[in-house]
């Protein structure tokens, strides 16, 4: 009702004088009932709700009593220590969920240093002291023994203890980041990757130890959970800010551009450098680069970002250009498929200025085909491209498609592959013939003039180029009628 609204609503006197009552309740049930499972149980729960909730973990965090709550879970001071640990681990939740769930500085600041820090360092200790008896051991000095003895303390029920707290303090941790914002996710994130190298370090001192071994693996669970919520999230989630997918793929557009400058810098180098090692091919740098890229580009879709298609297919035509034994040097069939598939995704979705660096990068590919050809060292990989010579002609000519505009490229394109592939295009030719009679006499005028095995050469692409455009004419006056 309103009047209960009123009362208990936010920012009212008694909803923050019930919030510091429940908190003070919080905190005489852990110092009188330390040793009653059931009623710690509730309290932790009740902790653990106030803390949730945005407007009670606004309240109770500016409560003196929180701050030493806090301080007496993290030291675990009697008689915090009689508590089990599965609630101390409650207690961690809370205490991390009010301190992240304030959108001050001040808080998180104060949460770094008397929680965070302090956890970081006693677990830093553990592993450093551990790291150095075995230094030790292992030089064979005089103090090998006293070493051995000192090392034995760290399997004590004392330590193993201290070891499981410490540890379900940091699972606390990332369960109470895990009901924050998603600033503070990152935050906690971030700040926890060398911590995650510690706990590495004690599962391999540890891995004899079920206990220990159980709950750190329990601690990876939860990051590795955590995580893939997040990613799950954020897979496809839409935004209607006209800039977001090229703000957040910035880092691909990047490293593309990084990957163009790069191969300008080997084509035009105007530097005195003599003493380059010329053995580095930037091909193959630039390759791997784009193969990093490569399935991103195709799971994301990224290519539907104009300053990414653009610079991906910017350095695809030049790389092809200068270095196009290295796409079938290094990309394995499926990453070479995936790279095909982006060029023909290019033919069929873009404008004429990248539909055109397409084909060049198809011709470029095919001229290299030739020179293996004649060397007999083709393979599958050289065979992928004839499928282009058969979509140029069915797809695009007969279609009348915009890429008309670019006839000379076309023409020129589809000549390379005629040369590679004269089988494949006169068996094209034939299934053309079946589709329409009439079309008989100017295909077998422009197989005449082609020869059964076409020479590649700057005059016969050019006569080609003439010969082909009359064809085409002539194939859509007869498909007109």
Same mark, same amino acid.
């Given at each position: 009702?309103?009047?209960?609204?009123?009362?208990?609503?936010?920012?009212? *006197?008694?909803?923050?004088?019930?919030?510091?009552?429940? $908190?003070? =309740?919080?905190?005489?049930?852990?110092?009188? @009932?330390?040793?009653?499972?059931?009623?710690?149980? *509730?309290?932790?729960?009740?902790?653990?709700?106030?803390?949730?909730?945005?407007?009670?973990?606004?309240?109770?965090?500016?409560?003196?009593?929180? @701050?030493?709550?806090?301080?007496?879970? %993290?030291?675990?001071?009697?008689? %915090?220590?009689?508590?089990?640990?599965?609630?101390?681990?409650?207690?961690? =939740?809370?205490?991390?969920?009010?301190?992240?769930?304030?959108?001050?500085?001040?808080?998180?600041?104060?949460?770094?240093?008397?929680?965070?820090?302090?956890?970081?360092?006693?677990?830093?200790?553990?592993?450093?002291? %551990?790291?150095?008896?075995?230094?030790?051991?292992?030089?064979?000095?005089?103090?090998?023994?006293?070493?051995?003895?000192?090392?034995?303390?760290?399997?004590?029920? #004392?330590? $193993?203890?201290?070891?499981?707290?410490?540890?379900?303090?940091?699972?606390?941790?990332?369960?109470?980041?895990?009901?924050?914002?998603?600033? &503070?996710?990152?935050?906690?994130?971030?700040?926890?990757? &060398?911590?995650? &190298?510690?706990?590495?370090?004690?599962?391999?001192?540890?891995?004899?130890?079920?206990?220990?071994?159980?709950?750190? $693996?329990?601690?990876?669970?939860?990051?590795?959970?955590?995580?893939?919520?997040?990613?799950?999230c954020n897979y496809g989630k839409k935004t209607k800010e006209i800039n977001a997918d090229e703000d957040f793929n910035a880092h691909i557009y990047t490293l593309?551009?990084?990957?163009?400058?790069?191969?300008?810098?080997?084509?035009?180098?105007?530097?005195?450098?003599?003493?380059?090692?010329?053995?580095?091919?930037?091909?193959?740098?630039?390759?791997?680069?784009?193969?990093?890229?490569?399935?991103?580009? &195709?799971?994301? #879709?990224?290519?539907?970002?104009?300053?990414?298609?653009?610079?991906?297919? =910017?350095?695809?035509?030049? $790389?092809?250009?200068?270095?196009?034994?290295?796409?079938?040097?290094?990309?394995?069939?499926?990453?070479?498929?995936?790279?095909?598939?982006?060029?023909?995704?290019?033919?069929?979705?873009?404008?004429?200025?990248?539909?055109?660096?397409?084909?060049?990068?198809?011709?470029?590919?095919?001229?290299?085909?030739?020179?293996?050809?004649?060397?007999?060292?083709?393979?599958?990989?050289?065979?992928?491209?004839?499928?282009?010579?058969?979509?140029?002609?069915?797809?695009?000519?007969?279609?009348t498609t915009t890429l008309s505009d670019l006839f000379d490229t076309l023409a020129g394109t589809i000549y390379t592959l005629i040369c590679a592939y004269p089988?494949?295009?006169?068996?094209?030719?034939?299934?053309?013939?079946?589709?329409?009679?009439?079309?008989?006499?100017?295909?077998?005028?422009?197989?005449?003039?082609?020869?059964?095995?076409?020479?590649?050469?700057?005059?016969?692409?050019?006569?080609?180029?003439?010969?082909?455009?009359?064809?085409?004419?002539?194939?859509?006056?007869?498909?007109? =009628?």
């Amino acid at each position: 009702s309103q009047t209960l609204s009123v009362l208990l609503g936010k920012g009212s *006197e008694m909803l923050e004088f019930l919030t510091n009552y429940f $908190l003070s =309740k919080v905190v005489t049930n852990l110092q009188m @009932w330390a040793s009653e499972s059931d009623v710690i149980k *509730e309290t932790a729960d009740l902790f653990v709700t106030l803390s949730i909730k945005k407007d009670s973990s606004s309240i109770i965090i500016k409560n003196d009593l929180f @701050w030493t709550l806090a301080n007496n879970v %993290i030291t675990n001071q009697m008689p %915090i220590q009689l508590i089990n640990e599965e609630y101390k681990r409650l207690l961690i =939740k809370g205490i991390t969920c009010s301190c992240l769930n304030n959108s001050s500085d001040e808080y998180r600041l104060h949460f770094d240093r008397s929680i965070f820090q302090i956890l970081n360092q006693r677990l830093h200790s553990i592993v450093e002291s %551990i790291h150095t008896l075995l230094e030790q051991i292992k030089l064979n000095n005089n103090n090998k023994i006293h070493c051995t003895n000192a090392l034995q303390t760290f399997y004590s029920e #004392n330590v $193993l203890s201290q070891i499981s707290t410490l540890i379900n303090s940091y699972c606390g941790l990332i369960e109470g980041g895990s009901r924050c914002s998603s600033e &503070q996710i990152t935050y906690l994130f971030e700040h926890s990757q &060398q911590t995650l &190298q510690y706990i590495l370090d004690l599962f391999d001192f540890y891995h004899n130890y079920c206990d220990q071994v159980q709950i750190i $693996l329990e601690l990876f669970s939860l990051y590795a959970e955590h995580v893939l919520i997040f990613t799950k999230c954020n897979y496809g989630k839409k935004t209607k800010e006209i800039n977001a997918d090229e703000d957040f793929n910035a880092h691909i557009y990047t490293l593309l551009n990084c990957l163009n400058h790069l191969l300008a810098k080997d084509f035009i180098d105007f530097s005195n450098d003599n003493s380059a090692n010329t053995e580095v091919n930037v091909g193959d740098v630039v390759l791997y680069g784009l193969i990093i890229c490569l399935p991103l580009i &195709q799971s994301d #879709n990224l290519l539907k970002i104009p300053s990414i298609s653009s610079c991906y297919y =910017k350095l695809v035509s030049s $790389l092809c250009e200068q270095h196009s034994e290295c796409i079938f040097r290094l990309l394995n069939p499926d990453q070479y498929s995936i790279f095909l598939s982006t060029i023909k995704l290019g033919l069929d979705n873009y404008d004429n200025e990248i539909c055109k660096m397409c084909l060049e990068t198809i011709q470029n590919l095919t001229l290299y085909t030739m020179k293996q050809q004649k060397l007999n060292q083709t393979n599958e990989k050289t065979k992928y491209l004839e499928h282009f010579l058969d979509y140029l002609l069915q797809e695009i000519v007969i279609t009348t498609t915009t890429l008309s505009d670019l006839f000379d490229t076309l023409a020129g394109t589809i000549y390379t592959l005629i040369c590679a592939y004269p089988n494949q295009f006169y068996h094209i030719l034939g299934q053309m013939k079946q589709y329409d009679e009439n079309l008989s006499i100017i295909i077998d005028k422009l197989a005449n003039d082609i020869g059964q095995k076409p020479d590649y050469n700057r005059k016969a692409k050019i006569s080609f180029t003439v010969k082909f455009e009359s064809f085409v004419t002539n194939l859509r006056r007869i498909m007109k =009628k």
